[in-house]
């Protein structure tokens, strides 16, 4: 039987209560390591009844920490996550923390309400105290203190308990600090948001306000010295990408610093609609959070292609919204990628000598995956 991913449930968290309830195992076993590769949560997804493109970035979106990375976005980004959905990487950090937490609070509160417990994506987010509750996250074993990583303890501690005795029964520590908390509230606010905010405009934002705090030279040092090696990043990061979004220059998409921008919204405001309130020109590009989940980035280096996928035909529309004037700039990515042979592996042919120096080819990347036809 096909169990309900609860909200916020970890994709890891979702596979092993699956797997420690059911003995029909619908997941494979490398589906419970500690590593996916990109393939795994695709079938993840599908098992879900959460097909393409469309169905990967919903996994990724209520399940990962994937929203830090993908609300703040440029108008000439298309797509919610890149090029992750096509990714050969052979591990998927983003699902994963090598030492998950949970609040002893939440865990009381769902045996009462579910009859069980589950562990959220804020357990592997770095943060440390839960929003709900305001009490510590308890990242080693109340019964036996060791860390949720450890060998031979793994994350079904949560259903099966340690040495006879559960989660539930832990006492929770209350939380002393104002900004542990702060930041959790932040990031379970960027998590539901329901719409793409400007990245230039975020930035922009960031700078003026990280600006006027350090002229103001706060009594506390370490949040000055903070606040000044913030402005630093942001405001560089608003220079450079001011200059390669007017050149539509797509492969800085993915080279933003995220981590930078919630230190600076943490450090900033109390909760993320202040930042929003104050957000300059935040009419430009407010892009509902779903419409570009059905699209991925296919390939391009100045000029980004993507590929938009049509669920009642099954097909992939292919387009370059935004083709930048760098491509055919000698020395551009896009240009040393046209002088690249390319082989398929069924040609099963010697690439040529030129002038007596061979070169070396390169094989293609494997095809991306099938569209599916959803519906009638």
């Known amino acids: ?23 029909q195992h619908l997941f494979k076993k490398n589906h419970a390591a500690d590593e996916l590769t990109i393939s795994d949560l695709r079938e993840v997804a599908s098992i879900l009844g959460w097909h393409g493109c469309y169905g990967f970035n919903q996994l990724l979106h209520n399940h990962t920490i994937q929203p830090l990375l993908s609300v703040f976005k440029n108008p000439q980004d298309m ?24 609040c002893p609070e939440c865990v009381k509160a769902d045996i009462s309400s579910l009859g069980y417990s589950y562990w959220r994506r804020t357990a592997i987010s770095g943060l440390t105290v839960c929003r709900v509750h305001n009490v510590l996250l308890e990242a080693n ?3 036996c203190s060791k860390r949720f990583d450890a060998p031979g303890h793994g994350l079904d ?19 002393l600090g104002s900004s542990a908390l702060r930041r959790s ?30 002229v103001k030279k706060q009594t506390n040092a370490s949040q000055a010295k903070m606040s000044e090696d913030l402005y630093k990043i942001i405001n560089g990061q608003l220079t450079r990408f001011t200059k390669l979004s007017s050149d539509n220059v797509g492969f800085y998409f993915e080279s933003v610093d995220f981590d930078a921008m919630f230190n600076a919204l943490a450090l900033l405001y109390d909760d993320f609609e202040e930042f929003i309130r104050d957000l300059v020109r935040s009419e430009e590009g407010m892009r ?81 995956p099938a569209v599916p036809c959803v519906g009638s």
């Open 79 to 102: 797509a919610y996550s890149g090029s992750k959905y096509i990714s050969q990487s052979a591990e998927y950090v983003i699902g994963f923390e090598p030492n998950p937490k949970f």
């Open 288 to 368: 509902d959070i779903t419409s570009l989940w059905s699209t991925f980035r296919a390939g391009g280096h100045e000029s980004a292609f993507y590929i938009r996928e049509d669920y009642t035909s099954g097909v992939g529309e292919w387009y370059c919204p935004f083709p930048s004037s760098r491509s055919g700039e000698f020395g551009s990515g896009d240009h040393v990628r046209k002088l690249i042979p390319m082989l398929y592996p069924c040609c099963g042919i010697d690439y040529p000598k030129e002038a007596g120096v061979e070169r070396s080819p390169m094989w293609v990347d494997p095809p991306n």
């Open 141 to 143: 074993c109340p019964i």
């Open 1 to 23: 039987m096909l169990l309900r991913i609860q909200r916020d449930e970890t994709i890891r968290s979702y596979i092993e209560r699956s797997t420690f309830l059911s003995e």
């Open 185 to 214: 509230i932040l990031f379970e606010d960027i998590c539901n948001y329901r719409y793409h905010v400007p990245l230039l405009s975020a930035l922009e934002t960031l700078s003026l306000k990280l600006c006027s705090v350090t």
């Open 157 to 175: 501690v949560m259903w099966k308990g340690c040495k006879g005795e559960y989660l539930q029964g832990c006492a929770s520590r209350p939380n």
